[in-house]
C-alpha cells in the first residue's frame, strides 16, 4: 500500500558501506567521511557539553505544539544579539531536528508556487521536492560556474503553470561550503522580500564560515511584510544532532501554520532535548561556541584542503561548512573510490548525490565529485586520514 521511497543519499551510502564491511559508518574504528555530523565532544577551545539535564514531573508533560517558551525565548535572543534581527520568541517554531522543519515548509506551501533550488545541494531536498511533487527551476551551480551561482541567476520568473517562487537554499551550501554573506545576501534577502517571492534559507551550517557566521536575518527588516523563513539546528553548530531540535523562524501568521501542523502531526518536541538545548545557548556560552566552532574548523578546512590538493583533487570548496568538494584526480569515479575506500573502513558521500537532477552519468554528471566530510574528525586523525586516501586514488 505504500509507494516505494528510496533512502535518503546519505544513509544510502552508509547503507552500502554497512553492506560491504557489516559495520555501521561512525562506530569505533570507522572513518565517517561521508557522514555529516559534528564532534559531540568539546572541540579545542571551545565550550563543554554538559552531562545531564534535571527533569521535574511537570517536565514530562506533553511539551507545548510551537516549542517550549524558554527554547523559543533563548533562541529569539541569540538571533537580535547576534544579528540585530528584530524578532521574539512568536517567531519561532520548534522542531524534532531540521529536516522535520523545511519539510513542513514545503508541505504547506500553496499550490501555485514553484521552488528555485541550486542544482548541486543538500541531498534530502531532492526526496523532500520529489515526494510533494514541486514544480522546481534549478539554478545553474555546476563545473562551469565553479558551484557559484551569479546574482543573475537568482532573478527568476515563476515556470509555467505557477505564478510565485520560493529560493530554497542552503547557506553555508552542503556540500560545495559556497556562502553568501554581507552585500549579496543582503542583496538576495532583498529581492526575495518582495510579492510573489520568498525564500527559505537553511542555516544549519550558520556558525562553520569563515571568518565569520552570518545569517540572513542580519538583512531582514521586518520578518511579517515576508514570506522569508530562515531554518536553524542545534545538530550542527551547537554540536548535538542526537537532541533532534531545529527551528523556522517567519513571520507570526506562518508560524501559527507550524504549531498547528505540530497539534495534528508532531505533538511537540522532546522536553528534555529542548531544556537541554536551551542550555547550550545561554548567550555566554552560544558566543563562546560560536568563535570556537568556527576557529577549529577554519583551521580543519585549511589543513585537508592542503592535503587533498597535494593528492590532486581539484577542490571547489568556499569558506563554510565542514566539507570539502572537489573532484577525484586520475579520472577516478566517486563509486570506484569508495569502493575501495570501503576496504579500509571510509567512505565518502559520491557527487552525483547531491545532483538535484540526479543525473549518474554524461553530460552534467557529478560522477567525478565527492563531498569529504571532516565534521566528524578530531585534530589527531588527520595523518592517517590522508595515508587512506593516498592510497585509493
Ligand atoms: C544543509 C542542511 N540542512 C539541514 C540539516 C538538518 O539536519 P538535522 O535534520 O539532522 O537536524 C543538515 C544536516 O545534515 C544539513 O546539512
Known amino acids: ?14 547503507f552500502k558501506f554497512a553492506d560491504a564491511t557489516q559495520e555501521y559508518m561512525g562506530d569505533q574504528g570507522t572513518h565517517p567521511w561521508a557522514q555529516g555530523y559534528p564532534l559531540t565532544t568539546q572541540v579545542p577551545g571551545g565550550p563543554a557539553l554538559p552531562a545531564q539535564i534535571e527533569l ?5 508533560k506533553y511539551p507545548k505544539a510551537t516549542g517550549e517558551s524558554e527554547l523559543r525565548e533563548a533562541i529569539s535572543d541569540y538571533y537580535n544579539a547576534h544579528y540585530d534581527a528584530g524578532i521574539s520568541p512568536d ?11 523545511l519539510l513542513a515548509t514545503l508541505a504547506f506551501l500553496e499550490a501555485d508556487i514553484c521552488v528555485a533550488v541550486e542544482e548541486t545541494e543538500y541531498t534530502p531536498y531532492y526526496d523532500m521536492l520529489k515526494l510533494l511533487g514541486r514544480k522546481v527551476h534549478y539554478i545553474p551551480s555546476n563545473v562551469d560556474n565553479k558551484f557559484r551561482p551569479e546574482t543573475k541567476d537568482y532573478d527568476i520568473d515563476p515556470i509555467a503553470g505557477t505564478s510565485r ?16 554573506t554581507g552585500a549579496a545576501l543582503s542583496g538576495l534577502v532583498n529581492a526575495y522580500s518582495g510579492d510573489g517571492r520568498g525564500a527559505l534559507f537553511d542555516e544549519a ?8 557566521p552570518e545569517s540572513a536575518l542580519r538583512y531582514i527588516e521586518d520578518i511579517d511584510n515576508t514570506d522569508i523563513f530562515v531554518s536553524g539546528a542545534a545538530t550542527k553548530g551547537l554540536q548535538v544532532p542526537g537532541m533532534r531540535v531545529g527551528w523556522i523562524i517567519a513571520a507570526k501568521r506562518h508560524i501559527e501554520i507550524f504549531r498547528n501542523y505540530s497539534s495534528f502531526g508532531m505533538g511537540g518536541v522532546s522536553r528534555a532535548s529542548q531544556l537541554y538545548v536551551t542550555k547550550l545557548l545561554s548567550p555566554h556560552r552560544v558566543a563562546h561556541a560560536r568563535d570556537a566552532i568556527c576557529s577549529f574548523y577554519g583551521s ?5 584542503r592542503t592535503g587533498l590538493e597535494a593528492l590532486g583533487f ?15 584526480p586520475n579520472g577516478l569515479t566517486a563509486d570506484t573510490f569508495n569502493q575501495r575506500l570501503f576496504k579500509h573502513r571510509s567512505g565518502i558521500l559520491p557527487g552525483p548525490l547531491c545532483d538535484m537532477r540526479r543525473r549518474k552519468t554524461g553530460t552534467g554528471s557529478l560522477e567525478h ?22 592510497r585509493c586514488v
Not at 521535574?56 to 514530562?60: E, I, N, W
Not at 551550517?205 to 565569520?212: I, L, S
Not at 580543519?300 to 585537508?304: A, D, I, L, S, V
Request: aromatic share 14%.
Open 1 to 14: 500500500m505504500l509507494q516505494q521511497f528510496p533512502p535518503m543519499g546519505v544513509y544510502e551510502t552508509l
Open 56 to 60: 521535574q514531573s511537570t517536565d514530562l
Open 91 to 101: 517567531h519561532v517554531a520548534v522542531f524534532a531536528g531540521g529536516r522535520p522543519g
Open 165 to 180: 517562487v520560493l529560493l530554497v537554499k542552503s547557506n553555508p551550501c552542503n556540500p560545495t561550503g559556497v556562502t553568501m
Open 205 to 212: 551550517y550558520e556558525f562553520y564560515c569563515d571568518p565569520a
Open 300 to 304: 580543519q578546512r585549511k589543513r585537508y
Open 314 to 328: 581539484e577542490l571547489a570548496t568556499g569558506d563554510g561548512g565542514f566539507y570539502h568538494w572537489g573532484q577525484l
Open 369 to 390: 565529485f565527492v563531498r569529504f566530510s571532516f565534521g566528524p574528525l578530531g585534530p589527531e586523525t588527520y595523518d592517517n586520514d590522508m595515508q587512506i586516501i593516498a
